[in-house]
């Protein structure tokens, strides 16, 4: 059954099934301030109108819930501080960004104060409750927006992340959370907390909607290098603590049980020492690098009387660091510098690390005996994330003991769409239909890697032969951190031939005389393109090719002399069709030869295919 706020059909029946949702739930600590019926009825008929009209909006009629440390043009800002409170202008670039592909802003939520906390109760607009069991803590600093997201009040939801604020709360209340490469998302018009560190984060319910809403916000900030990889290796290599301070023994049991899912995914785990970057952890509040949030708003703190109603814990903290000595702050830098390349040295070989996302579950009785302790213990294994540049996905896992428990993959600056892709072995709740306002069809975007949606360039290469997706020479391609990018067919202009090559493979050259031939698409980044053509052995070339739909991409030929002594399979007109045993049925849909029905191959040609295809295995 649908959550509020997933009503089919149009942005306007959204938003009404929202605001009915946001009344069933009583939970005001949520927000601070929910935007009016009339004016989001009025934006939500303009979406409608909009795609009436042909537009193309992927988040059309999402309901957006937006930290209060972000700028929404025209409701106060106040990173959970009224005497702070200022009057945007203009959204933040996130927002803007995501408005602009059809996303409706509900309202904006509560927060730990200057988003300066992982429990989600240092506000004085009230504790955030966590969603299930009230008793509880919502985890935080986006305490609200992880809430809003949980309870299906909103679809998408912006947070913020320097120190574990986009993930903690993400894996409390079992949701996911994205936080990207520091920079892929611009923190134009975010309240810093640690600028250096801060990060503009998204939360859904399932990693797809998460990955689309991540793809429409990001880019135009942090340019993506020439060799970002848009997936895993089939078989990727993922790093574990060896050691798992902090957890109860039914969590560490409830960490073993998902390294064992990986594995049994095929994925390669292996345990790594884990000290270094608890080192580098500790060094974000109990080190100089706290230095950062007297810098974010430690003026407005030290001038500030009790009206302004700064929570004590938070207060503390920020006045604290003030005296923080510059010599002190530069040596903690460099310190951390340090410990970042032992911990990469650590990684190497590794696609990703497999961490949990939060160590244990607080009481709000707990957090208001020993707010300090427990909310350092809540950063464990996040604290860490940001300091070293990387990057890193929460999903949910399982239940212990009534606890929701979440883990988080991480990887190295840019590595966003490999992390996603590991995280999908382990989260796999599926977008449901009714998400989508345009009704059951998904946007061309949803399961496509968000850094391609956001600005990463990829050259699309084509191949019809041992380079298709589980074939033999497909690890080649996705060692390169390729992503299949699915089916296609090429223009009919090329013949093909069968090489005496070890795998077997198809040769491929244009004639006057030729068909359509079935292929498939990778994409690869500029660099990985370039190392893949560097290593192309003889006879094989690569060049334009013409698809069906008169689009271009890379593609696979081969020279003349192997063209004029292969084996002739174009009637196929697909390479694994010529392989396989079934040689005289028809090929469904096949548009290769003239009157639609396939030939026999030769008794020597389809021994010698199967005997190399074997050996090439």
């Given at each position: 059954?649908?959550?509020?706020?997933?009503?089919?059909?149009?942005?306007?029946?959204?938003?009404?099934?929202?605001?009915?949702?946001?009344?069933?739930?009583?939970?005001?600590?949520?927000?601070?301030?929910?935007?009016?019926?009339?004016?989001?009825?009025?934006?939500?008929?303009?979406?409608?109108?909009?795609?009436?009209?042909?537009?193309?909006?992927?988040?059309?009629?999402?309901?957006?819930?937006?930290?209060?440390?972000?700028?929404?043009?025209?409701?106060?800002?106040?990173?959970?501080?009224?005497?702070f409170a200022y009057v945007p202008k203009q959204d933040a670039a996130a927002v803007a960004r995501l408005r602009s592909a059809?996303?409706?802003?509900?309202?904006?939520?509560?927060?730990?104060?200057?988003?300066?906390?992982?429990?989600?109760?240092?506000?004085?607009?009230?504790?955030?409750?966590?969603?299930?069991?009230?008793?509880?803590?919502?985890?935080?600093?986006?305490?609200?927006?992880?809430?809003?997201?949980?309870?299906?009040?909103?679809?998408?939801?912006?947070?913020?992340?320097?120190?574990?604020?986009?993930?903690?709360?993400?894996?409390?209340?079992?949701?996911?959370?994205?936080?990207?490469?520091?920079?892929?998302?611009?923190?134009?018009?975010?309240?810093?907390?640690?600028?250096?560190?801060?990060?503009?984060?998204?939360?859904?319910?399932?990693?797809?909607?998460?990955?689309?809403?991540?793809?429409?916000?990001?880019?135009?900030?942090?340019?993506?290098?020439?060799?970002?990889?848009?997936?895993?290796?089939?078989?990727?290599?993922?790093?574990?603590?060896?050691?798992?301070?902090?957890?109860?023994?039914?969590?560490?049991?409830?960490?073993?049980?998902?390294?064992?899912?990986?594995?049994?995914?095929?994925?390669?785990?292996?345990?790594?020492?884990?000290?270094?970057?608890?080192?580098?952890?500790?060094?974000?509040?109990?080190?100089?690098?706290?230095?950062?949030?007297?810098?974010?708003?430690?003026?407005?703190?030290?001038?500030?009387?009790?009206?302004?109603?700064?929570?004590?814990?938070?207060?503390?903290?920020?006045?604290?660091?003030?005296?923080?000595?510059?010599?002190?702050?530069?040596?903690?830098?460099?310190?951390?510098?340090?410990?970042?390349?032992?911990?990469?040295?650590?990684?190497?070989?590794?696609?990703?690390?497999?961490?949990?996302?939060?160590?244990?579950?607080?009481?709000?009785?707990?957090?208001?005996?020993?707010?300090?302790?427990?909310?350092?213990?809540?950063?464990?294994?996040?604290?860490?994330?940001?300091?070293?540049?990387?990057?890193?996905?929460?999903?949910?896992?399982?239940?212990?003991?009534?606890?929701?428990?979440?883990?988080?993959?991480?990887?190295?600056?840019?590595?966003?769409?490999?992390?996603?892709?590991?995280?999908?072995?382990?989260?796999?709740?599926?977008?449901?239909?009714?998400?989508?306002?345009?009704?059951?069809?998904?946007?061309?975007?949803?399961?496509?890697?968000?850094?391609?949606?956001?600005?990463?360039?990829?050259?699309?290469?084509?191949v019809v032969g041992a380079h298709r997706q589980g074939q033999p020479l497909a690890p080649e391609l996705e060692n390169l951190?390729?992503?299949?990018?699915?089916?296609?067919?090429?223009?009919?202009?090329?013949?093909?031939?069968?090489?005496?090559?070890?795998?077997?493979?198809?040769?491929?050259?244009?004639?006057?005389?030729?068909?359509?031939?079935?292929?498939?698409?990778?994409?690869?980044?500029?660099?990985?393109?370039?190392?893949?053509?560097?290593?192309?052995?003889?006879?094989?070339?690569?060049?334009?090719?013409?698809?069906?739909?008169?689009?271009?991409?890379?593609?696979?030929?081969?020279?003349?002399?192997?063209?004029?002594?292969?084996?002739?399979?174009?009637?196929?007109?697909?390479?694994?069709?010529?392989?396989?045993?079934s040689f005289a049925e028809p090929v469904p849909g096949s548009r290769s030869d003239p009157d639609h029905r396939r030939q026999?191959?030769?008794?020597?040609?389809?021994?010698?295919?199967?005997?190399?295809?074997?050996?090439?295995?």
């Amino acid at each position: 059954m649908s959550k509020p706020g997933r009503a089919t059909g149009t942005a306007t029946e959204r938003v009404r099934a929202a605001l009915a949702a946001v009344k069933s739930v009583d939970r005001p600590e949520i927000w601070i301030m929910l935007r009016s019926e009339d004016e989001l009825l009025v934006e939500a008929a303009g979406i409608d109108a909009a795609l009436a009209g042909g537009s193309h909006l992927p988040l059309a009629g999402f309901l957006l819930a937006v930290k209060n440390n972000v700028d929404v043009a025209g409701i106060p800002t106040t990173a959970a501080c009224p005497g702070f409170a200022y009057v945007p202008k203009q959204d933040a670039a996130a927002v803007a960004r995501l408005r602009s592909a059809g996303a409706i802003v509900l309202g904006v939520t509560n927060l730990d104060q200057f988003a300066t906390g992982l429990v989600g109760t240092r506000s004085p607009y009230g504790a955030v409750r966590d969603s299930r069991r009230p008793e509880r803590i919502s985890g935080g600093s986006s305490s609200g927006s992880a809430v809003a997201v949980a309870l299906g009040l909103a679809d998408i939801a912006i947070g913020t992340d320097t120190a574990g604020s986009g993930r903690v709360p993400a894996g409390l209340q079992g949701i996911v959370g994205i936080k990207a490469t520091l920079g892929a998302v611009s923190t134009s018009g975010v309240v810093p907390a640690c600028r250096s560190w801060d990060a503009v984060t998204v939360f859904a319910r399932e990693l797809t909607t998460a990955e689309l809403a991540m793809g429409v916000m990001a880019g135009d900030a942090r340019p993506w290098p020439a060799n970002v990889r848009f997936g895993a290796p089939a078989r990727p290599r993922v790093a574990y603590p060896a050691v798992l301070p902090e957890l109860p023994p039914a969590w560490a049991e409830a960490f073993g049980r998902q390294v064992a899912r990986l594995q049994a995914a095929g994925v390669q785990t292996t345990p790594i020492e884990f000290d270094v970057f608890l080192q580098a952890a500790r060094l974000l509040y109990d080190g100089g690098l706290v230095a950062e949030r007297y810098a974010a708003v430690g003026d407005f703190i030290k001038n500030s009387g009790s009206e302004a109603n700064l929570d004590p814990t938070v207060a503390g903290i920020i006045r604290a660091a003030g005296d923080v000595p510059a010599h002190r702050y530069v040596a903690d830098v460099a310190r951390l510098e340090k410990l970042r390349e032992e911990a990469m040295a650590g990684l190497a070989g590794f696609d990703a690390l497999l961490v949990p996302t939060a160590p244990f579950h607080p009481t709000l009785a707990e957090v208001a005996t020993d707010p300090v302790t427990v909310n350092s213990r809540m950063g464990t294994y996040t604290n860490f994330c940001n300091l070293f540049d990387l990057c890193a996905v929460a999903v949910p896992a399982e239940e212990v003991e009534g606890n929701q428990f979440g883990v988080t993959v991480v990887g190295r600056a840019f590595d966003d769409a490999v992390v996603a892709d590991i995280a999908r072995r382990i989260e796999t709740t599926p977008a449901p239909p009714e998400l989508f306002a345009s009704g059951a069809t998904a946007p061309a975007e949803a399961g496509t890697p968000w850094p391609l949606q956001a600005g990463a360039f990829a050259v699309p290469l084509v191949v019809v032969g041992a380079h298709r997706q589980g074939q033999p020479l497909a690890p080649e391609l996705e060692n390169l951190g390729a992503y299949w990018d699915g089916p296609v067919r090429t223009a009919a202009r090329y013949r093909m031939v069968a090489l005496s090559t070890e795998p077997p493979k198809p040769g491929v050259y244009r004639s006057e005389n030729g068909a359509e031939l079935v292929a498939e698409r990778w994409l690869l980044s500029e660099a990985a393109m370039g190392r893949f053509l560097a290593a192309l052995p003889e006879p094989m070339l690569l060049g334009s090719t013409l698809l069906d739909d008169g689009s271009t991409a890379v593609g696979f030929a081969c020279d003349a002399v192997a063209a004029s002594t292969g084996t002739d399979i174009t009637r196929f007109g697909d390479w694994l069709a010529a392989i396989s045993d079934s040689f005289a049925e028809p090929v469904p849909g096949s548009r290769s030869d003239p009157d639609h029905r396939r030939q026999g191959a030769p008794k020597s040609l389809r021994e010698s295919l199967l005997t190399g295809f074997t050996r090439g295995l």
